[in-house]
């Protein structure tokens, strides 16, 4: 049967299908096969059944377990959403308290890894090292290979949420006890405390770096969720698939791109010099960071929040004392407006908007944090929604993740003798 004969029967499969959206969607991949006779990077190939998080593209929503991202970023704390994404539902205040005391109380890590991590080179960047630290959390948790108990499962989840900002805190200080003798309100708190002391006095700072993190808890089967699940699926251990999903969300076009944003806004050197900057780039086909996205056809509702609640408080309300006391700072601000408004003017028509990355990595700045740790707060954000992903694939008892490959190479040949 000929690919134009093909076509319309593969169509008319999907004529009793209800949702349009759905419907749109197997039509792209049916198409996609007819074209190219694989899926290149599995774009848009359903590999599992989800209840955790939602986009709609076209009308830029996440939601997470029902609830939109925004009223979740701006109405809860850290722990309520943790709650919510491991286990299904906002919780009780009792709930909620208890989850807090288990977050704070696990924050310590294992004595011998402590002393270690200040060892560590200072050359290797923090996620590499965060990804290492973790799978050697291992070494003190020898039950952790048993993974058929959700109960024992959950329990490691909460217990390794709560250590990653440790692990970062004391790379960083080279201080295994950077955060002795201190009590914490609540664990966003203790996060922001781990890259800067400083700022996690301020209740206001504390409430926005809460904010980008829920932000960040969750974003479906994004390439380092996949990875977690693809680990979790042959039955590895907690330590091992969150650490592949480290490696995965270092990757510049990943998790890495914050950190590269700040970098380019840099580069450019100000907002007189982005026109120069953006033809340059499109003249040679160069990726723009921090602008654009595979699944959103509108803003990113992460990045307007970013944009109208962070950053305006952090820029617009603050504008004549950063001009005075911080004018790199407010110069990055000033390049990252004008790079938005110009690749609108060159590039609407296609629907490209900042995303997520354009805007977070601007305010971790503003908090004086080193742009080489920006994707470590992703990490010890996502690290929620891993799990989540983790527990609900132990639950459904899932197959191991085996794709299909496409044979290119030699046909069956044999050594000469």
Same mark, same amino acid.
């Given at each position: 049967?000929?690919?134009?004969?093909?076509?319309?029967?593969?169509?008319?499969?999907?004529?009793?299908?209800?949702?349009?959206?759905?419907?749109?969607?197997?039509?792209?991949?049916?198409?996609?096969?007819?074209?190219?006779?694989?899926?290149?990077?599995?774009?848009?190939?359903?590999?599992?059944?989800?209840?955790?998080?939602?986009?709609?593209?076209?009308?830029?929503?996440?939601?997470?377990?029902?609830?939109?991202?925004?009223?979740?970023?701006?109405?809860?704390?850290?722990?309520?959403?943790?709650?919510?994404?491991? *286990?299904?539902?906002?919780p009780l205040e009792e709930e909620l308290q208890q989850l807090r005391r288990q977050l704070l109380a696990?924050?310590?890590?294992?004595?011998?890894?402590?002393?270690?991590?200040?060892?560590?080179?200072?050359?290797?960047?923090?996620?590499?090292?965060? &990804?290492?630290?973790?799978?050697?959390?291992?070494?003190?948790?020898?039950?952790?290979?048993?993974?058929?108990?959700?109960?024992?499962?959950?329990?490691?989840?909460?217990?390794?949420?709560?250590?990653?900002?440790?692990?970062?805190?004391?790379?960083?200080?080279?201080?295994?006890?950077?955060?002795?003798? *201190?009590?914490?309100?609540?664990?966003?708190?203790?996060?922001?405390?781990?890259?800067?002391?400083?700022?996690? *006095?301020?209740?206001?700072?504390?409430?926005?770096?809460?904010?980008?993190?829920?932000?960040?808890?969750?974003?479906?089967?994004?390439?380092?969720?996949?990875?977690?699940?693809?680990?979790? &699926?042959?039955?590895?251990?907690?330590?091992?698939?969150?650490s592949t999903a480290i490696n995965s969300l270092s990757g510049p076009l990943h998790g890495g791109a914050?950190?590269?944003?700040?970098?380019?806004?840099?580069?450019?050197?100000?907002?007189?010099?982005?026109?120069?900057?953006?033809?340059?780039?499109?003249?040679?086909?160069?990726?723009?960071?921090?602008?654009?996205?595979?699944?959103?056809?509108?803003?990113?509702?992460?990045?307007?929040?970013?944009?109208?609640?962070?950053?305006?408080?952090?820029?617009?309300?603050?504008?004549?004392?950063?001009?005075?006391?911080?004018?790199?700072?407010?110069?990055?601000?000033?390049?990252?407006?004008?790079?938005?408004?110009?690749?609108?003017?060159?590039?609407?028509?296609?629907?490209?908007?900042?995303?997520?990355?354009?805007w977070s990595g601007l305010f971790y700045r503003a908090l004086d944090i080193a742009p080489e740790y920006?994707?470590?707060?992703?990490?010890?954000?996502?690290?929620?929604?891993?799990?989540?992903?983790?527990?609900?694939?132990?639950?459904?008892?899932?197959?191991?993740?085996?794709?299909?490959?496409?044979?290119?190479?030699?046909?069956?040949?044999?050594?000469?003798?």
């Open positions: 049967m000929t690919e134009k004969q093909l076509t319309p029967k593969l169509q008319s499969l999907l004529v009793h299908i209800e949702d349009e959206e759905k419907k749109r969607h197997y039509e792209r991949l049916i198409s996609t096969l007819l074209e190219k006779g694989y899926f290149p990077g599995l774009a848009e190939v359903p590999v599992v059944k989800s209840a955790i998080s939602h986009i709609d593209g076209e009308r830029g929503i996440l939601t997470f377990r029902g609830y939109p991202v925004e009223e979740l970023a701006e109405y809860c704390s850290f722990e309520e959403v943790c709650y919510l994404i491991l *286990r299904g539902d906002l696990k924050k310590d890590l294992p004595a011998e890894l402590a002393r270690l991590i200040p060892k560590f080179s200072p050359t290797l960047h923090p996620m590499n090292m965060l &990804s290492a630290a973790v799978l050697m959390l291992e070494s003190s948790d020898k039950g952790s290979a048993e993974v058929g108990d959700h109960k024992a499962n959950l329990k490691r989840s909460v217990s390794l949420i709560a250590k990653l900002p440790t692990i970062v805190g004391t790379y960083l200080t080279k201080d295994p006890e950077f955060h002795q003798g *201190r009590e914490f309100a609540s664990f966003a708190e203790y996060a922001l405390f781990c890259f800067n002391p400083a700022a996690a *006095r301020e209740p206001e700072l504390v409430k926005m770096f809460e904010e980008s993190l829920i932000l960040h808890m969750d974003h479906t089967m994004n390439n380092s969720t996949f990875s977690a699940r693809a680990v979790g &699926s042959a039955q590895a251990g907690i330590y091992a698939l969150i914050n950190e590269r944003v700040v970098k380019t806004l840099e580069q450019i050197g100000g907002p007189e010099k982005v026109a120069e900057a953006v033809d340059n780039s499109l003249e040679h086909h160069q990726k723009i960071m921090g602008v654009g996205h595979r699944i959103y056809k509108t803003y990113d509702p992460r990045a307007k929040f970013f944009k109208n609640h962070i950053i305006a408080k952090i820029f617009a309300e603050q504008e004549n004392k950063l001009r005075a006391q911080r004018p790199d700072l407010w110069n990055l601000y000033a390049t990252a407006v004008r790079l938005e408004s110009y690749v609108q003017e060159k590039l609407g028509t296609k629907k490209l908007y900042p995303n997520v990355d354009f920006f994707t470590t707060i992703f990490a010890l954000a996502r690290v929620v929604g891993w799990c989540a992903h983790w527990l609900e694939q132990m639950e459904n008892d899932g197959k191991i993740y085996r794709p299909h490959q496409l044979y290119v190479g030699f046909d069956l040949r044999h050594v000469a003798r």
